[in-house]
């Protein structure tokens, strides 16, 4: 079925540190998958996309990872900001730009 | 450039109601999806339009419709409201390819209140 769901509903860390989210998915045949961002009273801002011919993609300061075997992708988040505190949603794109989300792991960082 | 725009920023009904909400993309950005955020949970797709016709919709009653205008903007309407519509109304535009593919960019959403 469509799910995407995520292992740990609230992360925290210190600043400076580095944070791991992650997510599984059940779909085998999924093969576009995107991470986002959403602050308090704002819409998701986009973070960094995968695909499934693709093992680990790299952005500013953060790193996706994407496991096919285990159905599993991370974002790593390193050297983690207080601007960074917000909640984090994996999404499957599921053809036609039908995003199926996750419910989301809130980050939290303490200075 | 501005990103993607949404009116009103909040609103409040009652049940029975009929609710109109509105979306601008971003320039140039031919593709506009629609999503419901309930408090606590992720977004949950409703509709996607691209060049004014629908391509794809959610598992959402017929009490829901939208429709793509030839300036790419799109209105989201709700009729009958109920309680279980309060939520955050999220617009997403995207590129011009129609590719799945292409990155969808939120708006700031429309808060829905309904009493």
């Known amino acids: 079925g469509e799910s995407v769901g995520l292992h740990l509903p609230t992360l925290s860390v210190q600043e400076g540190d580095n944070s791991i989210i992650n997510c599984a998915y059940s779909n085998s045949a999924s093969d576009y998958f995107i991470w986002y961002k959403q602050e308090s009273g704002k819409g998701p801002q986009f973070i960094i996309d995968i695909r499934s011919n693709m093992d680990k993609r790299q952005g500013q300061r953060v790193t996706v990872l994407l496991n096919k075997t285990v159905k599993h992708l991370s974002l790593q988040i390193a050297a983690t900001q207080p601007g960074d505190s917000a909640v984090y949603f994996c999404?499957?794109?599921?053809?036609?730009?039908?995003?199926?989300f996750g419910t989301g792991t809130r980050l939290l960082v303490s200075p | 450039d501005a990103g993607v725009t949404q009116s009103p920023t909040h609103l409040i009904k009652t049940r029975g109601q009929h609710v109109t909400l509105r979306c601008s993309p971003i320039s140039g950005h031919k593709s506009v999806s629609w999503y419901q955020q309930v408090l606590g949970q992720g977004p949950q797709f409703i509709f996607q339009?691209?060049?004014?016709?629908?391509?794809g919709r959610g598992n959402f009653p017929d009490r829901f419709s939208a429709r793509q205008f030839p300036n790419y903007s799109s209105e989201l309407n709700v009729n009958a409201l109920l309680l279980g519509d309060s939520a955050l109304y999220l617009c997403?535009?995207?590129?011009?390819?129609?590719?799945?593919?292409?990155?969808?960019?939120f708006g700031p959403g429309t808060r829905l209140t309904v009493l």
């Open positions: 997403a535009s995207a590129g011009d390819s129609g590719l799945s593919t292409d990155t969808q960019y």
């Open positions: 339009y691209y060049e004014k016709e629908e391509r």
């Open positions: 999404a499957e794109n599921k053809g036609f730009q039908k995003l199926v």
